[in-house]
């Protein structure tokens, strides 16, 4: 039987845009990150998160940022070396009034410096919300 917040976990991987075989990487796991909300990718995926020193193709990157983790743009450049031409970012920060909460406008500068472009916003867990970047649609596709 799954309890309604396994099914809401699992839920909440398919609004992140996560399908099963995906190649999920995660960066910036501490104490404090949403160990259901890992469990439920990892059961979606079919497979681990892979960690920070991964030398595959990713499809999918969960950066977990806090506010004293040093420099955004530099993090989400790190984090953008390995993905595949289609693959995204979450930024995954903690929530208003949670400590080592990120100000929306600190990712929202930091975005348009790493030549990416940030499309939605979710809440991942009772703590932790989502800002999805993305690359850039080229020329030719705004046609």
């Known amino acids: 039987m799954v309890a309604a917040g396994d099914a809401e976990y699992s839920s909440v991987a398919e609004r992140l845009g996560i399908k099963p075989d995906m190649v999920v990487q995660e960066i910036g796991w501490d104490e404090d990150v949403d160990d259901d909300l890992r469990a439920a990718i990892e059961e979606h995926i079919g497979g681990d998160l892979l960690d920070e020193d991964a030398d595959e193709v990713i499809d999918v990157v969960l950066l977990w940022w806090r506010e004293d983790d040093g420099d955004l743009v530099d993090a989400i450049m790190d984090a ?9 970012i979450w930024v995954l920060t903690p929530k208003t009034g949670q400590p080592g909460h990120v100000e929306p406008s ?3 500068e930091a975005v348009p410096t790493v030549g990416l472009a940030q499309t939605s916003n979710i809440s991942v867990g009772p703590n932790w919300a989502g ?3 993305v690359p850039p649609k080229t020329k030719s596709k705004q046609r």
């Not at 953008?80 to 995204?88: A, H, T, V, Y």
């Open 131 to 133: 800002t999805k970047l």
């Open 80 to 88: 953008r070396s390995p993905l595949d031409e289609n693959g995204f």
């Open 106 to 108: 600190e990712i929202a």
